[in-house]
T-cell receptor, first 114, second 113 residues
Framework: AQSVTQPDIHITVSEGASLELRCNYS??????LFWYVQSPGQGLQLLLK??????LVQGIKGFEAEFKRSQSSFNLRKPSVHWSDAAEYFC????????????FGTGTRLKVLA | DVKVTQSSRYLVKRTGEKVFLECVQD?????MFWYRQDPGLGLRLIYF???????EKGDIPEGYSVSREKKERFSLILESASTNQTSMYLC????????????FGPGTRLTVT
């Protein structure tokens, strides 16, 4: 079955520290992969996406993610976290194999300490 | 910029009421989606539509219906609201299936008392 796992429900980092949010997926074909961010009380905003090609993709707000096929992972990274990065982050797969469906992980809530 | 708007940010309804949530997108997207978001459960797809008057059930369609009479507008209907439908509802749109991301509205937080 297709699924997306974000193993960390909550993560706390200090401002200026590096960040890595984990995402593992199970999908029959090569997936299209996405990371979204949701600030409190808001909708989801796309951070970055992977469709094909270079496995390291750059996104907005200084985020990047690396697609590792062998590990079925698409982890999100940022070298130096800012207080404004505090939010909930969602990994998603979808848009392939003739389906309209996107599958979302359960999210990781990031807290940033000043 | 793509804009997806939802008719209400906050809504309070009574059990048994019929509830309409409306979503409008301005980018001529073919696909529109309604999700429900609950803590610890992520986003769960209620319904989606890939064209005017076309719809398909998502993972949790029970208790909901949808309407898409115009390409830009997708409505979610709770025929008889119940307390277990208290949730955040998110609308999204995208171009036709393929490597296209979804664009989300700000959400409607619905409370059913």
């Amino acid at each position: 079955a297709q699924s997306v796992t974000q193993p960390d429900i909550h993560i706390t980092v200090s401002e200026g520290a590096s960040l890595e949010l984990r995402c593992n997926y199970s999908y029959g074909a090569t997936p299209y992969l996405f990371w979204y961010v949701q600030s409190p009380g808001q909708g989801l905003q796309l951070l970055l996406k992977y469709f094909s090609g270079d496995t390291l993709v750059q996104g907005i707000k200084g985020f990047e993610a690396e697609f590792k096929r062998s590990q079925s992972s698409f982890n999100l990274r940022k070298p130096s976290v800012h207080w404004s990065d505090a939010a909930e982050y969602f990994c998603a797969v979808g848009g392939t194999s003739g389906t309209y469906k996107y599958i979302f992980g359960t999210g990781t809530r990031l807290k940033v300490l000043a | 910029d793509v804009k997806v708007t939802q008719s209400s940010r906050y809504l309070v309804k009574r059990t048994g009421e019929k509830v309409f949530l409306e979503c409008v997108q301005d980018m001529d997207h073919e696909n529109m989606f309604w999700y429900r978001q609950d803590p610890g459960l992520g986003l769960r797809l209620i319904y989606f539509s890939y064209d005017v008057k076309m719809k398909e059930k998502g993972d949790i369609p029970e208790g909901y219906s949808v309407s898409r009479e115009k390409k830009e507008r997708f409505s979610l209907i709770l025929e008889s609201a119940s307390t277990n439908q208290t949730s955040m509802y998110l609308c999204a749109s995208s171009r036709t299936f393929g490597p296209y991301e979804q664009y989300f509205g700000p959400g409607t937080r619905l409370t059913v008392t």
